[in-house]
């Protein structure tokens, strides 16, 4: 088995070749069903390894192969490795098995599509780099699938280039995530000075035995922290991941939902060793994360995007996988974040239904009833919703249950905005399912009763990005009054039912009951170590109940509003929150004005002062070839003057060695 | 090193009897150079064409055959006067020196070295021809074939 | 006199040294011919391929002779593998055969295996190349033939005189080859000027020789190695001397400053790809007996010319990468920058380590492909009447033909020394060489010189993959004149050097363990 961990990847990278050559050939449908096999294919291929791995003791959980040596320059070797524990392996089960529902989906979405094979070709490659990522058994090959998934991330989010805004969006996903990379990359040299190796194998003995503490382990994590946040999508890092909706929404859903943006996170977990000496860093993370929870989903509450307000819950929901990180509760990140992968995934897909069904608007405020058009999206992304809102049993609950209850022991504050986030996240999402779903048809109505409805819908035109996404497809919306939605094909709602089911149960991975009842944590254990919640079982009682308590209340909130109709919606959606706080406006004012004169500056000193130096060199090369090039002058005589003056000069040389 | 000497003391002479030669001449002639005496001439009569200084090559592969079997003759001679002695060694050595010297006598013979008839036509070259031709392009420039006039370097001048 | 001293030379590893024939008086040397067979292999392929073509009628379909050429060439690289593991292995181990003349060891097959590996791809290329120029013959081919024999006799000499007649069999065949174009002025004004410029260097390396018999008594290496380890010279002028015009003679040969002169309008005037196996297997032919003849033979008296090879390092990497940057001809920027490349392997040379050795052997072989790629590309591009002279024809050359471009730009990129490409792993063996004695002025010079030439070949890439104005805004933009037809036969020898380049870049450790073994098992003593 251990020889064979390298299949896992390679499947999907054969599928990816295999569709470079021939995709164009197969078409639509054709592309699709390779590359949902290939990746179907990489899903079974885990759970054997994940077979053997439960057949092992706790203790030798874990299988690495050497494929082969990758860079080997003096002390610096680094090895192409795959390594398979606990969290790697649990990182691809849900990698591979919603990237392939998530295929399914597509060749249902993407139908008629003409770069239909394309866009499979690039999901296939996504799968391979992400699962890189997460298999490379060092921090060279991780930033490989970092890079890989990154580039992947751009193409698709530019899928359909012929917008410019579309466009735009990937380049400002690309640029943002070039910051993320930066701490990367300074963090794997700085583990490479510090203890000459970056295999997390050899880190994590490291750390154990001492040799990354202090100073350096923060600094550490800090770096992999800022790498992480560009990823993830934290503050101040997130402005990219509402413009990365411009994709198709089955790229939403994969990659910027349920796998990318979780690999910030992973990496963090995998540094688990490092962060645990790494004082005040966790600090930094925690609160990192919670702020960044509730700021966007203040965020959420007034978007009219259907798929943005599923983004900015993306980047909440993100943001309590840092939390959770923070408090080193690392078995609650990776519980809530397959769940989060389960029930995002899932409601993504639903709105890409929804989105579809509706003739391609995306506006929710068009929207209304759609329950009695297409009852099984409006089941499964019902079910969604109960989870992301945190009602038990649903698997959002237990998840994030345990990460509040982790805040609640580290820092009460902390715990405290995580609730007002879990109010704010049941708030929004049934805003939004009773939007979309419940209520009157509103698309039938009369286009200006609708248009003039929220503040500030002048300023939202402004910047390019927002326009991205209110046409999702290159043919935009063609809604109309008279349009009657229907419900998507099997291919797509198959995958909503089986993820509906996953988002409805995926809470027994990690039961709080009993030692028994807590298979994630027994199963992560090798890898994050034990980790004692510090809340004793009835407080963690209560606690529930004042989440779950929460989660009803915005529930209620929302219904009061949106289905009863008592209060003004305009009074919630506030200006500032539907701007995203104007972050975005203040890094577009900065790059626009002092950024701009600081790096005009920096230009000029690279023209004059370094190109200066640059091209003086060049000009005396070239002085010097057109000098010595007067001596070629290609006459038989001249060169043969040439050798013989060569050879006295080294008889010259003989005269003057010589030893009479 | 004494017994160099003398050939030091006659490469010192030669050198000193050339110089003096030259510059000997150049004291004592009287230096009034016209046309007249800087023309070339031959029997009195200023010649029109440059002198014919082209053989047919056929001489020149009739002597290089030659050659070969000289070097060969050369080889064999020595041989013959001790061939016992030598043994197998020295018969292979000869044996594979005369069948490569064969072989390239052979494909030289076959190539035409030693016909004498009348002049095959040479094959022309396609490339000459051209549909648009000018008085310029219909007279071959002997030897301009090929030379590119400003080719980048100053590499083909000669 | 000479037959005393084979006499004495207890040589010939196989059997029984000397073998003493009851009716002679005079001992003949025992030839161990299966040793041999590689060398069989291209000489009687020479010679029975010029028997052929006079006795066959002509008309015989044009592509035989190539398609003999290459199974020629790929019989001699088979026959090389047996013998690989005979003359490794401690029981019959490297031998020196044939009264000592002969050195029969890794060193010798490996570089005979480049030469081989050079006729191959230089036989692929030069079919459609022939054809398009109305050359078709066989007699390219068994020059070509005649020039591996003569290379590869260099390679395996371990005697001055058979080194010389190796040198000149090769030379003579190169001669030939270079004015192979008889229609064209510029080749046969090339072939000239290489007759007569190595007629000159043949006489100064045969004149260093002589000195060297003179000072030492032997034309053999080992017995040379003998008598110098075993003696300390009060006068050591008549060695110095030969050694001073040897080196100048080799100099010559494998294109390195001073010497160099005649390779820019060689390389230039010759078809295009003779240039790219002068470059190839002459040159490596040439740095073989170089290391033959100096880190073997005359290693203990490294002292004396190392100095003499330092300056014609420097020398060559200066004027091969400076002169380059400013040449407007294609074949004339790749003629300079195999002056650096030369440059480059004396680096290795002038270490006289087994590690410098080693290096200058992987550094042949990686530039063996790079250069034969590079002037086979260049071969394809000009189209007939040779269309692709001055950097600008190149404009457009990415548009038109993207894939030939590609393989183009990657092995200039491999000769600059790219990462992943085996220029990059060649240099830094070398380099690591100069370092290793200590040599960092060397090693800084070299890789000055290497940033310097990269401006040359992106040059040339950017002339490629950039349409436009350039310097000269009226010229045309396009890819101009007739198409480029790539045979079937282009595309595997490109595809042969284009995955060895890279699989020299990716995975060296295969051929650096090769080179390691050919210089570790070298013959060094005649006790064996």
Known sequence: MEKLLWIIPAIPFAGFLFLVVFGRRLGDPGAGWIATTAVGGSFLAVVAVFVELMGNDAESRMLHQSVFDWIAAGRFSVGFGLLADPLSVTMCLFVTGVGALIHLYAIGYMKGDPRFSKFFVYLNLFITAMLMLVLGDNLLL???????????????????????????????????????????????FLVWTTIGSINYLDISEAAHSGRIVGGTAVAIALLFMVGAAGKSAQLPLFVWLPDAMAGPTPVSAL??????????????????PVLHEASWANDVIAWVGVITALVAATIAVSQNDIKKVLAYSTVSQLGYLFLAVGTRNYVAAIFHMVTHAFFKALMFLGSGSVIVGMAHEQDMRKFGNLRKYMPITAGTFIIGWLAIAGVPPFSGFWSKDEILAGAWAENKVMWALGLL????????????????????????????????????????????????HSNDHDHGSHLTPDHTPRESPW?????????????????????????GTKHLEHWLEPVVGS??????????????????????????????????????????ERAEFAHGWYIDEAYSWFMGGPGRKFFEAVSWFDRTVIDGVVNGVAAGVSATGSGLRLAQTGRVRNSAIGIAAGTVAVLVYVVVRMSV | MGQYLPILALGILATLFALISLIASRLLNPGRPNDAKNAPYECGIVDQVAPPERFPVRFYLVAMIFIVFDIEIIFLYPFTAVYRELGSFGLVSVIEFAVAVFASFLYVVANGALDWGPLKQVRRSGMMVTPSRTSTSTIRRVGQEGREVHVGDEGVAA | MILQVLAQIPTDGVTAPLVEESTSRLVTPRIPWSYLTPQLILFLGAVIGVALVALLPKRLPKYLSALATVVLAAGTLVSIVPLWGRVGNAREGAISAWSGAIGVDRFGLFVTALICLAVLVTALFADSYLRREGLDGPEFYLLLMTAAFGASIMAISNDLIVLFVGVEILSISSYVLTAMHARRVTSQEAGLKYLVLGGFASAVLLYGLALIYGATGSTNLLQIQVFLSERVLTSDGLLLGGLGLMMAGFGFKVGAAPFHMWTPDVYQGAPTPVSGFMASAVKTAAFAGMI????????????????????MAVLSLLVGSIVSVVQSNVKRMLAYSSIAHAGFILLGVHSATERGTSAALFYLASYTAMALGSFGIVALAARRGEHLQKL????????????LALAFALLLFAQSGVPLTGGFIAKLGVIGAAVDQGDWALAVVAMITAVISTFMYLRIIV????????????????????????????????????????????LPGTVKHWSNQAVVEMVRDSGR
């Open chain 3, 392 to 403: 600008s024809d190149l404009r457009g050359f990415a548009t038109a033909h993207p894939g």
């Open chain 1, 421 to 468: 986030t879990a109010l704010l996240t049941a708030f929004y999402m049934s805003r939004q399912v009773f939007l979309t779903f419940f209520g009157t048809e509103k698309w039938r109505e009369p286009v200006t009763a609708v248009h003039h409805e929220a503040s500030g819908e002048g300023v939202e035109e402004s910047t390019a990005a927002e326009n991205a």
């Open chain 1, 255 to 272: 990659i910027h939902a349920a796998t990318m943006v979780t690999s910030g996170v992973y990496l963090l977990v995998r540094l688990n």
């Open chain 3, 463 to 506: 002339s490629m993959f950039f349409v436009g104005g350039g310097d000269h805004g009226e010229e045309p933009a396009g890819f101009e004149g007739p198409p480029v037809n790539v045979s079937w036969t282009s595309m595997v020898g490109l595809g042969i050097v284009v995955v060895a380049t890279l699989f020299l870049g990716i």
């Open chain 1, 491 to 515: 291919v797509m709602t198959l995958p909503l039912v089986v993820l509906s089911l996953l988002a409805l149960v995926a809470g027994v991975l990690n039961l709080p009951f009993s030692s």
């Open chain 1, 142 to 188: 991780t930033f490989l699938g970092w890079e890989g998934v990154g580039a992947c991330s751009y193409f698709l989010i530019s899928f359909w280039h012929e917008d410019p805004a579309n466009a735009s969006a990937g380049k400002k996903a690309f640029v943002t995530n070039r910051i993320g990379d930066w701490g990367f990359m300074i963090g794997t």
């Open chain 3, 292 to 311: 033959r003849v100096f880190v073997v033979g005359f290693g203990s008296a490294a002292e004396l010319w190392r100095p003499i090879v330092f300056v």
């Open chain 1, 531 to 572: 980790h004692e919640l510090g809340v004793e079982g009835s407080q963690l009682v209560v606690l529930a109940v004042v989440a779950v308590l929460c989660g009803l209340i915005g529930i209620g909130f929302a219904a009061m509003v949106y289905l009863r109709g008592k209060g003004s919606p305009a009074a919630i």
